[in-house]
């Protein structure tokens, strides 16, 4: 047993977490930061909403934004499944409800001379906080039965405005995450001798025999900086930039336990005795082998984002809003893991760059009330023979719908509704055979090894309460 899957599991989880951190619009990434602006399809960059929230979609426009204190959150519904191919069972992922918070509070001065106005603010919030679980009995489990990402955000922030019309802004990010993978691992494709699996013993595919957790901990900062500019009294433009970072994970811990089989050696082998327990024979990989629980390492390189958008308010009580959002995946194209025992993995992803369009509008039917809608659509990012039960991601659209209230001249709730339509995708729920392609380069033939469509869609309910102070 000289190679386990453990080794790829955890692999995994370390991909998770890249496809988590990197993607504002796929996978695992939450846009939602605020109810105010996810009514509107998350058309933030040109014209804040008065929440605070701009010191995420556009740190230079808290310069337009109230002093206010604000605390709110999203609560994510997801839900998906997988069809297999030969067998036609479908597995349903677990329903779950995934919360995920944010908080803000924005602070301005008036200036004088050039400079008109100088705001600063600090911002709690979980940009990547979905988890994707299955049944531990479910055919994924071999890949991943649970795929927990949990990256909470402090970002102190601070912008200056010029005159009447034009605003630069810039925060620091500082990401305290967290990841945690569970999964199954197959006996059939172990040695159970020089040259014999325990499959040629006649041990069927899908039969667990470890039970793998690997779990780390990173805290890591990186910026991102925004400009604002209001063209005319019926036009705002505005640009963000947030900047790649390079994680190292050096702390993850990799627990591995051992499961029982029941499951009896059918034949004599070269010292081994036909009838001898299989649990004896794999129980020393998890006392002194490969099996024991070990640490691991990896670095990976978060690609970095663009974003620009416009405002139109096209009557008094009527605002369009569009953005366009790119996101570099193309530098992550694989990343190779280091552990204390079992063999250096690599995991080839081969990511495709993302673009996101976004439409947004509101419209104040009175002072004390704002109805909001929009529609946003983007690719998916995963290569098609990388699409896995850790994250089942491809195609998106959406559509939102939201509304905002004043209540006397301080408080303000506002709240939304949001459902993703994600496009069926097939995918694979067994490990990637790379031995199909020559040398280490990853070949068309890969996507042949996908064994079955994922289908997922999700809704999404926000709110966030405001004072202004």
């Known amino acids: 047993m000289t190679r386990s899957t453990v080794g790829r599991g955890a692999l995994l989880a370390v991909a998770t977490v890249l496809l988590a951190r990197g993607a504002s619009a796929q996978g695992f990434g939450v846009y939602e930061q605020s109810a105010c602006v996810m009514g509107r399809a998350g058309t933030g960059v040109a014209s804040p909403c008065s929440d605070g929230s ?20 999203t609560l994510i519904l997801p839900r998906g499944g997988f069809t297999n191919d030969a067998t036609g069972l479908h597995t349903d992922m677990l329903d779950k409800v995934r919360p995920v918070p944010n908080f803000y509070v924005v602070k301005g001065f008036p200036m004088q001379g050039r400079v008109d106005r100088l705001s600063v603010g600090l911002g709690l ?33 601070a912008a200056i405005r010029f005159g009447e019309r034009f605003s ?39 039969t667990d025999f470890a039970d793998a957790n690997l779990s780390a901990d990173e805290v890591h900062t990186g910026f991102h900086v925004g400009v604002g500019v209001e063209v005319t009294d019926w036009l705002d433009v505005g640009v963000r930039y947030m900047s790649r970072q390079t994680v190292s994970f050096n702390n993850g811990t990799v627990e591995i336990s051992q499961v ?51 405002a139109v308010r096209a009557t008094p009580q009527l605002t ?38 976004r439409l947004g509008g509101e419209f104040a039917v009175k002072p004390s009330l704002t109805l ?67 040398g280490s380069t990853p070949c068309p033939t890969l996507v042949d090894q996908n064994n079955g469509l994922y289908q997922f869609h999700a809704h999404l309910f926000g709110a966030t309460f405001s004072y202004e102070f």
């Not at 979609?57 to 709110?72: H, Q």
């Not at 906080?129 to 990402?149: C, H, K, M, N, V």
């Not at 992803?349 to 996101?356: E, G, K, L, S, T």
């Open 125 to 157: 919030f979980a940009p990547y906080g979905l988890t994707t679980e299955w049944s531990p009995t479910s055919e994924a489990r071999f890949l991943g039965y649970r795929s927990d990402i949990r990256a909470v955000y402090l970002q102190p922030t």
């Open 260 to 310: 029982p089989t029941g499951l009896f050696v059918p034949v004599a082998l070269p010292g081994i005795p036909a009838g001898t327990s299989v649990d004896e024979i794999v129980a020393p990989q998890f006392t002194n082998g490969l099996l024991t629980n070990q640490t691991a390492s990896t670095t990976i390189h978060l690609p970095d984002q663009f974003v620009a958008g416009v």
């Open 320 to 357: 369009l809003l569009g953005d366009l959002q790119y996101t570099h995946w193309k530098l992550f194209d694989s990343v190779a893991i280091a552990f204390e025992k079992l063999p250096t993995e690599v995991l080839h992803q081969d990511n495709h760059d993302v673009w996101d369009f």
């Open 168 to 206: 630069v802004g810039a925060g620091l990010d500082i990401n305290f995450a967290h990841l945690q993978l569970k999964q199954r691992v197959d006996l059939s494709s172990q040695q159970a001798a020089p040259g014999v699996t325990f499959a040629n013993l006649g041990v069927a595919t899908g």
């Open 54 to 73: 701009s010191m995420y979609f556009n740190p230079a426009n808290i310069t337009r934004t109230p002093d206010v204190i604000s605390v709110g959150g």
């Open 372 to 438: 909001r809608g929009g529609y946003y659509i983007h690719n998916g990012a995963s290569a098609d023979y990388a699409v896995t039960p850790n994250l089942p991601e491809g195609d998106r659209s959406s559509f939102t719908v939201g509304l905002g209230t004043r209540l006397g001249t301080s408080f303000r709730i506002d709240a939304a509704y949001q459902y993703i339509d994600q496009g069926d995708r097939r995918g694979r729920t067994v490990p990637l055979d790379l031995s199909v392609c020559p």
